[in-house]
């Protein structure tokens, strides 16, 4: 009897230690709550010190935005109101995650959220300006951002650039999209990232198009977040069942922010609830109800009820996405020269590709490029306009009416149609490549203008053979004197060849026109893109017709001696 009296406490001792030693400190078995963690114990004790300088810190206008939060009992939260399954607005009443979110921040903070609509463009000014105290707007946090507003962290969200398109089109990763069209939004970080693999760009100004143009067939892919297309893509989707995510690139965290100055405590108080809603799960229960991806809250629960997060939450948290390109070894000098042109000109032009190495590579690459296509459709010009100028001269009407032929034809097709089939050809024929692009391009220029000065060749064939009583023969001579005669011709046509240069951007050409294009699909200043374009080709025609006019002096100063 003494001895089961004495077993059983020693039992229940054993019991307990076994029970601590399978379940690890800091997690709570499973389908239970965790208990209150350091987070929580943290908060309760920021938020009693601050309510016990209320009422009076209420009065002093340098109080930290808590206190302004405390003392008027509301939480005014920046949101968006058209971000499907995000935050959306319909009859006064808001729904989806950012919201669902921010009830819960403001309930932990024990005061009620009161909405302010804003815009991508205005979130974080509206936090500078003080028309809101916490932004939660579907915003990346990148670093060009961190110095212009507060962000929280850990992050309550993260996404990532999709490609999306056809279900029956195969497409495993960037090698079976380089030569294609990809659809996307000017100034999306990620599209540094789809120009760098020889992907083609086709910009729209906001993402709210780029359903649509899927479905219509503008667009056969198209790339954005992976949250913005989460509704298109669910069971109920616009995009369903035809589209589906190809594969994913660029993850980037979602933050809330706060203002940069006057919000220290808030953002404490913000991040300590953060910590404890990953904790407890509640990031992920609002999730799955509103019926977003939830595979990084799933891994952020499971990282924040670990022992180790609890010791040192600062080595739990994900870093800002560095977004800041690497700038050129000039950048300080076009720095100076900017400002310069600002304070005495009042001008302050966009030059990306004079500031951050990535644009620069594709401005010259670019520019190089337009140098290779121009000069190429000169030569090509030339070629074509001999090749063609030789067959129509023939004395054979079967040669002739072949060379008619293709020349009604050509001047029939608009000039993008024949580059477009060129380059369809080509890729038929050749791997595709940067090489493969130009050279079609080449070929068609070449082709188009060259068949119509070779037309004026054979028609000034023909003409001194009535004037001077020849025979059906082609000789050397009358071909020489045909080409002085047809040499105004010949020379406006080169001159059309180039002028046509940079329509070659539209058929994958990496011109410089395409090369602005890519830049400026993650940088800003279009109207300065196209100046620049515009000034580049103003030079290359103005250089080709002096060039051309020098030849014409030569052949008439030569004509004249012979």
Request: include cysteine; hydrophobic fraction near 50%.
């Amino acid at each position: 009897m003494i001895g089961r009296l004495f077993l059983r406490p020693v039992a229940a001792v054993l019991v307990a230690l076994l029970a601590l030693t399978t379940v690890p400190a800091g997690a709570a078995p499973e389908g239970a709550e965790p208990a209150a963690g350091p987070a929580d114990v943290a908060l309760d004790r920021l938020l009693g010190d601050v309510r016990a300088r209320l009422p009076a810190a209420c009065a002093d206008p340098a109080a930290d935005r808590l206190v302004g939060v405390l003392c008027s009992g509301r939480l005014r939260v920046g949101v968006r109101d058209t971000y499907p399954l995000f935050a959306t607005e319909q009859g006064g009443r808001r729904s989806g995650y950012d919201i669902d979110v921010a009830r819960a921040l403001a309930d932990r903070l024990g005061v009620v959220p009161e909405w302010v609509p804003v815009r991508p463009a205005t979130r974080i000014s509206t936090l500078a300006e003080g028309g809101a105290d916490v932004v939660i707007a579907t915003m990346g946090h990148n670093t060009r951002r961190d110095t212009q507003a507060r962000f929280i962290r850990p992050h309550y969200y993260r996404s990532e650039t999709i490609i999306v398109g056809p279900r029956e089109v195969p497409l495993r990763g960037w090698g079976d999209l380089r030569g294609r069209t990809v659809c996307t939004t000017i100034g999306n970080y990620a599209n540094a990232h789809i120009v760098s693999r020889d992907v083609r760009v086709m910009l729209f100004d906001g993402a709210s198009r780029l359903p649509e143009a899927l479905r219509d067939g503008t667009c056969r892919f198209a790339a954005h977040d992976d949250s913005f297309f989460a509704s298109y893509l669910g069971s109920d989707g616009a995009l369903q069942p035809g589209f589906e995510r190809k594969f994913g690139f660029d993850p980037v965290p979602w933050g809330m922010a706060v203002a940069a100055a006057g919000s220290a405590e808030l953002a404490r108080a913000l991040e300590l609830v953060s910590q404890s809603m990953h904790r407890d799960g509640t990031f992920l229960s609002i999730a799955r109800k509103t019926g977003i991806f939830t595979t990084f809250l799933e891994d952020q629960e499971q990282l924040w009820r670990s022992p180790a997060c609890a010791r040192t939450p600062t080595d739990c948290l994900i870093p800002a996405l560095n977004t800041v390109p690497p700038p050129t070894a000039f950048a300080s000098q076009v720095e100076r020269g900017l400002a310069w042109s600002e304070r005495h000109l009042g001008l302050s032009p966009a030059l990306p590709m004079l500031l951050t190495q990535p644009a620069w590579d594709l401005f010259v690459a670019g520019i190089v490029n337009s140098m290779i296509l121009v000069l190429g459709a000169l030569a090509a010009t030339l070629a074509f306009a001999l090749l063609v100028g030789i067959v129509s001269a023939l004395p054979f009407r079967a040669t002739r009416l072949l060379s008619w032929l293709v020349v009604v034809a050509l001047q029939s097709s608009p000039v993008l149609l024949t580059l477009v089939v060129v380059t369809a050809v080509a890729h038929v024929l050749f791997t595709y490549s940067a090489a493969v692009a130009l050279g079609a391009a080449i070929v068609a220029l070449g082709l188009m203008n060259g068949a119509n000065a070779g037309q004026a060749i054979g028609e000034a064939a023909e003409s001194l053979r009535r004037e001077q009583g020849l025979g059906r023969k082609l000789t050397l001579p009358l071909f020489g004197a045909a080409l002085i005669r047809s040499l105004t011709q010949i020379l406006s046509f080169l001159v059309n060849a180039a002028k046509g240069t940079p329509v070659a951007s539209f058929t994958g050409a990496p011109e410089l026109l395409a090369a602005l294009t890519d830049i400026m699909s993650f940088s800003a200043g279009r109207g300065d893109t196209y100046a620049i374009v515009l000034v580049f080709y103003i030079g290359v025609v103005t250089l080709v017709v002096w060039g051309c006019n020098r030849a014409r002096a030569y052949v008439e100063r030569r004509s004249l001696a012979g």
